[in-house]
């Protein structure tokens, strides 16, 4: 079985990456709860499984934070963006193609899957959607205090250590800003 599961099943704190195998569960919120007991469900039940963590997932279906940022910059002059909320951004076509590429093997267990290029803020994706995307739309950088507040609690730091995947043989997923580019032509906008 692959689990999809995501980087809320930890407490989002410090600055080191999160471990595939690391087990020092503690969810923000209802979503990670449950993503974590979806998790132990299957490693409690199953012994050949893929249990993947994900983080800042786009894809061509359904919302996700760059079209709601694109949908902002075409109707605002300047958007306020958090920068002290880290991670890497993934994207669905690319980790679909590496989930094909894992079930053809029995290399079963934990693995996080996000695209490389290094960590990011928020601000610093948001900066980089625009550059690509051609709009000048002024990025302001705040912390998540003077954001205000959220529907819900979200992790400052969503970094996770990827290192496993090549040591099991996986390629690794291109970097974020080559998914971005992609994911532009794939939603017919850019320049």
């Given at each position: 079985m692959v689990y999809?599961?995501?980087?809320?099943?930890?407490?989002?704190q410090?600055?080191e990456?999160?471990?595939p195998?690391?087990?020092?569960?503690?969810?923000?919120?209802?979503?990670?709860?449950?993503?974590?007991?979806?998790?132990?469900?299957?490693?409690?039940?199953?012994?050949?499984?893929?249990?993947?963590?994900?983080?800042?997932?786009?894809?061509?279906?359904?919302?996700n934070?760059?079209?709601?940022?694109?949908?902002?910059?075409?109707?605002?002059d300047?958007?306020?963006?958090?920068n002290d909320?880290?991670?890497t951004?993934?994207?669905?076509?690319?980790l679909?193609?590496?989930l094909?590429?894992?079930?053809?093997?029995e290399?079963?267990?934990?693995?996080?899957?996000?695209?490389?290029?290094?960590?990011?803020?928020?601000?610093?994706?948001?900066?980089?959607?625009?550059?690509?995307?051609?709009l000048?739309?002024?990025?302001?950088?705040?912390?998540?205090?003077?954001y205000g507040?959220?529907?819900?609690a979200?992790?400052?730091?969503?970094?996770?250590?990827?290192?496993?995947?090549?040591?099991?043989?996986?390629?690794?997923?291109?970097?974020?800003?080559?998914?971005?580019?992609?994911?532009?032509?794939?939603?017919?906008?850019?320049?």
């Amino acid at each position: 079985m692959v689990y999809i599961s995501t980087d809320y099943v930890f407490d989002g704190q410090g600055t080191e990456p999160w471990k595939p195998d690391c087990k020092d569960y503690k969810p923000l919120n209802v979503y990670g709860q449950s993503k974590l007991e979806g998790e132990l469900a299957v490693s409690g039940l199953l012994e050949k499984y893929f249990i993947v963590r994900i983080a800042w997932v786009f894809g061509l279906n359904g919302k996700n934070f760059i079209k709601t940022m694109l949908n902002v910059g075409k109707t605002h002059d300047s958007v306020r963006v958090v920068n002290d909320q880290i991670g890497t951004p993934t994207y669905t076509y690319d980790l679909s193609r590496l989930l094909v590429d894992m079930i053809e093997t029995e290399k079963y267990g934990y693995y996080h899957a996000t695209n490389e290029g290094g960590f990011i803020s928020w601000f610093d994706f948001t900066k980089e959607i625009y550059r690509q995307a051609g709009l000048s739309t002024q990025v302001n950088p705040v912390t998540t205090a003077e954001y205000g507040l959220s529907k819900a609690a979200r992790p400052f730091n969503s970094r996770l250590d990827k290192s496993k995947l090549v040591e099991a043989g996986f390629k690794p997923l291109p970097t974020w800003q080559d998914a971005l580019s992609r994911y532009l032509k794939e939603i017919n906008f850019g320049v």
